[in-house]
């Protein structure tokens, strides 16, 4: 059962972060933003390492929220839906992947789906609204593999099931978690739920997925149990204080294999240092398509410390208004849209490009840290620009006019990375002249768009990027 919560807009303060600060653009685009509550029966599961079919020990009917923004116009919508696992980490829910996604999802005519996907959220949105919220209700954090699966259903139904009013069922679903999030689709996709669902529906319960800034490695996080309830506690580093069940590091399910539908793992240089375990090949074989790509000189958190010039907007439907306060690594708007497009473009048979992983130098006399946090003696090898070797090459990385480099005060994981802007004697010593750097950026980009790493509509943004205020 699907029902709206009425006046989202008119109360911008219950949605999440990202998307009631964007609502300007999200109208001007032609788009609206609609807040639902969806209720249905759902399993937990017991942990069977992995086995099916898994046995289960609880039922319960849940009822989360949904937050949608979606076209108003049937004839703009493309029917490609990206559905996001929000974020719940801290306490408070946040979308990762509207901020650098959403030029791509308004200029394209895809709609948007949310969901509120544990119980720390839910009694969070209780408490701001006991009026709003007080008929939501996720008793354990284990239902959460059948409430996916209950979107996924709903979106293949005219309007989305009540969630795309006006709209056409679903043609594609691509769904997406970032950090923990993500690590919610690793155990969706390792513990065989996207193929127990399918079955159950008679197609794919969903088309494609992306797993963002989010690695296997990663110990307390890096892989979900699929019957965990409750919030852990972490320090300063991460590491989880007190007694928990965490899967062993080196277990297989850390490492997503067999998926029938495309998988893309999309992480950061950060989450590189605790992958190193668990990377995998890309595969375009049938069964098992998988591609990671890797973005050298960005760190899980979006946002830089310090930048030295002015940040351009991005295409028609974001202007310098609607961006946060501490900005974010500019081309990953470029690169999250390429790659967005790569995996709509996967599930009709078009193979996705393919990059090289970073690479990673590790010491000889180095132990590992079984618990899967501590990987500060891991370093990235570096071009010689100053840059990590390897990953997706993207203009700011090949054609450099700042050194990316990660705070070394920060913590221990997810620090914070800094642009500092090289001087006019590095540029001449790197270029010589304006003229040649201005031809290389601009060769490069045309490559770039060739190798379908950057898409040709954001060329102008890319280009004001890395021209603004250039002068050496």
Same mark, same amino acid.
């Given at each position: 059962?699907?029902?709206?919560?009425?006046?989202?807009?008119?109360?911008?303060?219950?949605?999440?972060?990202?998307?009631?600060?964007?609502?300007?653009?999200?109208?001007?685009?032609?788009?609206?933003v609609? #807040?639902?509550?969806?209720?249905?029966?759902?399993?937990?599961?017991?942990?069977?390492?992995?086995a099916?079919?898994?046995?289960?020990?609880?039922?319960?009917?849940?009822?989360?929220?949904?937050?949608s923004?979606?076209?108003?116009?049937?004839?703009?919508?493309?029917?490609n839906?990206?559905?996001e696992?929000?974020?719940?980490?801290?306490?408070?829910?946040s979308?990762?992947?509207w901020?650098?996604?959403?030029?791509?999802?308004?200029?394209?005519?895809?709609?948007?789906?949310?969901?509120?996907c544990?119980?720390?959220?839910?009694?969070?949105?209780?408490?701001?609204?006991?009026?709003r919220?007080?008929?939501?209700?996720v008793?354990?954090?284990?239902?959460? =593999?059948?409430m996916?699966?209950?979107?996924?259903?709903?979106?293949?139904?005219?309007?989305?099931?009540?969630?795309?009013?006006?709209?056409?069922p679903?043609?594609?679903?691509?769904?997406?978690? =970032?950090? /923990?999030?993500?690590?919610?689709l690793?155990?969706?996709?390792s513990?065989h739920?996207?193929?127990?669902?399918?079955l159950?529906?008679?197609?794919?319960?969903?088309?494609?997925y992306?797993?963002?800034?989010?690695?296997?490695?990663?110990?307390?996080?890096?892989?979900?149990?699929?019957d965990?309830?409750?919030?852990?506690?972490?320090d300063?580093?991460?590491?989880?204080?007190?007694?928990?069940?965490?899967? #062993?590091?080196?277990?297989?399910?850390?490492?997503?294999?067999?998926?029938?539908?495309?998988?893309?793992?999309?992480?950061?240089?950060?989450?590189?240092?605790?992958?190193? =375990?668990?990377?995998?090949?890309?595969?375009?074989?049938?069964?098992?398509?998988?591609?990671?790509? /890797?973005?050298?000189?960005?760190?899980?958190?979006?946002?830089?410390?310090?930048?030295?010039?002015?940040k351009?907007?991005?295409?028609?439907?974001?202007s310098?208004g609607?961006?946060?306060?501490?900005?974010?690594?500019?081309?990953?708007?470029?690169?999250l849209?390429?790659?967005?497009?790569?995996?709509?473009?996967?599930?009709?048979?078009?193979?996705?490009?393919?990059a090289?992983?970073?690479?990673?130098?590790?010491?000889?006399?180095?132990?590992?840290?079984?618990?899967?946090?501590d990987?500060r003696?891991?370093?990235?090898?570096?071009?010689?620009?100053?840059?990590?070797?390897g990953?997706?090459?993207?203009?700011?990385?090949?054609?450099?006019?700042?050194?990316?480099?990660?705070?070394?005060?920060?913590?221990?994981?997810?620090?914070?990375?800094?642009?500092?802007?090289?001087?006019a004697? /590095?540029?001449?010593s790197?270029?010589?002249s304006?003229d040649?750097?201005?031809?290389?950026v601009?060769?490069?980009?045309?490559?770039l768009?060739?190798?379908? =790493?950057?898409?040709?509509?954001?060329?102008?943004?890319?280009?004001?990027?890395?021209?603004?205020?250039?002068?050496?």
């Amino acid at each position: 059962m699907i029902n709206e919560i009425p006046g989202a807009t008119e109360s911008p303060s219950y949605l999440p972060e990202q998307i009631s600060q964007n609502l300007a653009t999200i109208r001007d685009a032609g788009y609206d933003v609609r #807040e639902y509550s969806i209720s249905a029966p759902a399993r937990v599961f017991a942990d069977s390492n992995g086995a099916l079919p898994h046995s289960v020990t609880a039922t319960s009917e849940f009822t989360s929220r949904v937050v949608s923004v979606f076209p108003l116009s049937p004839e703009r919508f493309s029917g490609n839906v990206h559905f996001e696992l929000l974020n719940p980490s801290g306490g408070m829910e946040s979308s990762m992947f509207w901020p650098d996604a959403a030029g791509y999802i308004l200029q394209r005519g895809d709609a948007y789906v949310g969901l509120t996907c544990k119980n720390v959220i839910v009694e969070a949105l209780k408490a701001s609204s006991s009026a709003r919220y007080a008929h939501l209700s996720v008793g354990h954090d284990g239902l959460l =593999w059948d409430m996916i699966a209950a979107v996924g259903r709903a979106l293949r139904t005219s309007e989305g099931g009540g969630m795309l009013p006006g709209l056409k069922p679903a043609e594609r679903i691509i769904a997406n978690g =970032w950090s /923990q999030s993500g690590s919610f689709l690793r155990t969706y996709l390792s513990e065989h739920l996207h193929a127990l669902h399918s079955l159950e529906a008679g197609h794919d319960i969903i088309d494609g997925y992306v797993i963002g800034v989010s690695s296997g490695g990663f110990g307390p996080m890096g892989y979900v149990n699929i019957d965990r309830d409750g919030e852990l506690d972490f320090d300063e580093d991460l590491r989880p204080i007190g007694e928990f069940d965490q899967l #062993e590091l080196d277990d297989p399910r850390r490492v997503v294999r067999g998926a029938s539908v495309p998988v893309m793992e999309f992480m950061t240089e950060d989450e590189v240092m605790q992958h190193q =375990w668990h990377s995998r090949g890309d595969s375009d074989t049938p069964g098992d398509l998988y591609r990671c790509y /890797q973005i050298p000189g960005r760190g899980h958190i979006s946002g830089v410390r310090r930048v030295h010039y002015e940040k351009p907007v991005d295409g028609r439907h974001m202007s310098e208004g609607d961006l946060p306060d501490e900005p974010e690594h500019v081309a990953t708007i470029f690169l999250l849209a390429a790659a967005l497009d790569n995996v709509i473009l996967w599930t009709r048979g078009v193979t996705p490009p393919r990059a090289d992983p970073i690479v990673v130098d590790i010491p000889a006399s180095y132990v590992r840290d079984m618990a899967g946090v501590d990987y500060r003696a891991l370093r990235s090898a570096k071009d010689s620009s100053g840059h990590a070797r390897g990953g997706v090459r993207y203009l700011d990385v090949d054609v450099p006019r700042t050194l990316m480099a990660a705070d070394v005060d920060g913590p221990l994981t997810m620090k914070y990375w800094e642009h500092r802007a090289l001087s006019a004697e /590095q540029m001449r010593s790197l270029y010589g002249s304006v003229d040649v750097y201005r031809e290389r950026v601009e060769r490069r980009l045309a490559e770039l768009v060739e190798e379908r =790493w950057y898409l040709p509509e954001h060329v102008p943004a890319a280009l004001h990027h890395a021209l603004d205020g250039i002068d050496f």
